[in-house]
């Protein structure tokens, strides 16, 4: 099985250098699969926000090796990171992040426009096919407002996916929905990872949906239990 994402021994701390040094994450050692399913849980202020900045390369460790897609990020520059994000990772929030003024084609083709590895052809076709795998091939002209929050997470989802992340970082991504919509987007989101083989990482509150996970990690006061 290959791993498409490898923690080894992470440490992150803050203010190093200030005489208030505080340490969030403590030794953190995970491994994830490629086609993996799995869940981070944990009370407010444990460092789940903390681990997923690092796993998505928004923030460096402090100390250990962070390995992605078998890039070791530790040996990379900005430019380069910035190159393994956009290639390597999808994001999903709690709130969308979509962009109000266009429409839900466009802001699924905007990592395409960011990253330039599609033609406009290319990226028209590549988000129309995602689109009506999540269900909206008739609202592709439709701007967020004229969208429900179910459907506006659809979009955020197919925008994740328009440049075929082996690995998606989801950020309770149900936490903004009704309980029916929530179930929706969660089976949704399975099936893309059953069906393409796209790894998930899905921190979440609900231990409803951590049950429904293939594996649950908890991290408690920055330590993975």
């Known amino acids: 099985m290959i791993n498409i994402l490898q923690l080894a021994h992470i440490y992150k701390s803050y203010g190093i250098g200030t005489g ?4 969030v ?59 393994l994000r956009g290639q390597s990772l999808g994001f999903v929030f709690q709130f969308h992040h979509l962009l109000p003024a266009f429409n839900a084609l466009e802001n699924v083709m905007m990592p395409a426009f960011i990253n330039n590895q ?17 269900g909206l091939a008739d609202a592709l002209h439709k701007k967020p407002a004229e969208l429900s929050g179910g459907m506006q997470q659809r979009v955020a989802i197919a925008r994740a996916l328009m440049m075929s992340p082996p690995l998606v970082l989801a950020d ?3 936490g903004n929905l009704d309980t029916h919509s929530a179930d929706e987007i969660f089976k949704l989101m399975r099936k893309i990872n059953q069906e393409q083989d796209i790894a998930f990482l899905i921190v979440t509150h609900d231990p409803r949906l951590g049950e429904r996970c293939d594996l649950t990690i908890n991290l408690i006061d920055g330590y993975l239990r």
Request: hydrophobic residues 35%; negative net charge; glycine residues 8%.
């Open 172 to 174: 309770e991504p149900t």
């Open 118 to 134: 599609y033609t406009q052809y290319q990226a028209v076709k590549r988000a129309t096919d995602l689109l009506s795998a999540v």
């Open 25 to 83: 994450l403590h030794d953190i050692n995970l491994t994830l699969a490629r086609g993996s399913f799995h869940a981070l849980t944990g009370p407010s202020g444990s460092g789940k926000s903390t681990l997923l900045n690092l796993i998505g390369l928004l923030e460096s460790p402090t100390k250990g090796e962070l390995i992605i897609n078998g890039q070791n990020t530790n040996q990379l520059n900005d430019q380069e990171l910035t190159q």
């Open 20 to 23: 208030v040094e505080t340490e």
